[in-house]
């Protein structure tokens, strides 16, 4: 717990400082800038100051922070909803706003992220292997279908998408 008899504080930067300055990072949750201040030594009345001053700036909102982050992660990192339901509940956010942020995520566009991803995992010698030995598409399958599903994918679309995406590399040369 810092006082304002502490020097340190006195010469550290200020809350509102620290504050700014994660902002200036990337924009963080209610949850996230809290626990940050925290971890940096200000006490729950300082914190409860700043998170006052941010709301009253409105620097801080868990739906348009939500709603950004679902876009970054699908459109950047192509995660799908199972991963971005859990990154977002680890940064405290509320599992309403979780879910309104995965509304608007199309469905179609999750599937053609899926797709895309395959085609990128897919190499030609796996394609090779496929077409010469067709025993060797379910090792190639549960590869693939675990990847998604790590990213993030249900299994059902993974499923989906890697059953669809071989059947198209071993049919298109027969």
């Known amino acids: 717990m810092s006082t304002t008899s502490d020097p340190e504080e006195r010469t550290g930067p200020s809350a509102w400082d620290a504050a700014l300055r994660l902002l200036g990072v990337r924009a963080r949750s209610r949850h996230e800038m809290i626990d940050r201040l925290a971890r940096k030594g200000f006490d729950s009345d300082t914190v409860d100051e700043v998170m006052a001053r941010l709301d009253k700036h409105h620097l801080i909102d868990d739906e348009d922070f939500a709603a950004e982050w679902v876009r970054s992660r699908h ?90 995406s071989l059947d198209a590399v071993t049919t298109s040369t027969d």
């Open 75 to 164: 459109a950047h990192s192509a995660r799908g909803r199972v991963a971005l339901r859990q990154e977002l509940r680890a940064k405290g956010i509320d599992a309403g706003i979780v879910e309104s942020a995965l509304a608007d995520l199309d469905p179609e566009d999750e599937r053609v992220a899926a797709t895309d991803l395959i085609a990128k995992k897919l190499t030609p010698s796996q394609v090779d292997r496929l077409q010469e030995d067709p025993a060797s598409r379910d090792a190639v399958f549960r590869r693939l279908v675990g990847m998604l599903m790590r990213r993030g994918y249900a299994q059902s679309l993974a499923i989906e998408v890697v059953t669809e």
